[in-house]
């Protein structure tokens, strides 16, 4: 007869033999120098694409100027009458002389109200018609019947709606930027696989949880990109709707160096309208690559 110890031993030995940890059999290679290198060299690549392209640009600006006997101000001059713009970007002298960067803050300031009221409609209403028939039957014709109209032919609405130059350049930016947003939005609802939705229902998913865990977090990187589209449209709207407002913005300020046939001026504020809008496209883009999948 056997002890109960020795029936026992197998299994004693067989639970230890099952936990114990297993050796390594090699460590992770150590990157070489390359490697720890490649970012940086990655990074240099870029930034030489991007001054090669900058070049390009600034060199046909000089050609068109020689060629036009300097009707068109050339790189050194506006460069000359960029740096005075700077210098004192915030003085205020009165309503029609003001500072470069207060009238670019005040530009940003109508471009994100106009841009946020647009994005608190477009996402709910993406949200419908990406996930419900009857909801994208409806509003789809409208969205296409909206959404080719220009900018500048909202202006008399909203300015006899409002009453007030100002608040009816807001208006122009919220009903033409929030086209983008809406429309991704909805396609990213449409895309989500009928697996998640299976399996949303199999496990009795609230309607609450359906969209806390895969309704928004499927459709977000595609929100992020109609987010990153609007904010793009807004900015281009606001020169359009700022020229015909007047008053204050970067828009006015454009308007108003032509009128007093100051072109480098005029050119100094396009190549700020152009950096800034490069600057809001690049925010957005990162964003957009930390809620992708697999970022």
Known sequence: MKTQLELTAPLIQEEVIVHTPAKKVSAEPTPTLGQKLRPLLNSLQSFGYTLLGLGLMIGFWAWVSKITDNSLPGPVATWEVFKELVKDPFYDYGPNDKGIGLQLWSSLVRVFIGFGLGSLIAIPIGLLMGGNAFCRKVFYPIVQI??????????????????????????????????PTLINTAFGVASIPDDHKHVAKAFGFSTWRYLT????????????????????????????????????????????????????????????????????DRLFTLIEKKVSYGK
């Open 213 to 280: 865990r895969i309704l928004i977090p499927f459709s977000l990187p595609h929100i992020i990109t109609g987010l990153r589209l609007s904010i793009g449209v807004a900015w281009l709207v606001i020169v359009a709707g700022e020229m015909l407002s007047g008053g204050m913005g970067i828009g006015f300020f454009v308007w108003d160096s032509w009128n007093a046939l100051s072109l480098e001026k005029v050119i100094s504020a396009i190549l700020i309208i152009g950096f800034v809008g490069l600057f809001l």
């Open 146 to 179: 909206l959404r080719p109209v220009s900018p500048l032919a909202w202006f008399p609405i909203g300015l006899a709606v409002f009453a007030n130059a100002g608040t009816a350049t807001v208006f122009i930016i919220f009903i033409t930027s929030l086209w």
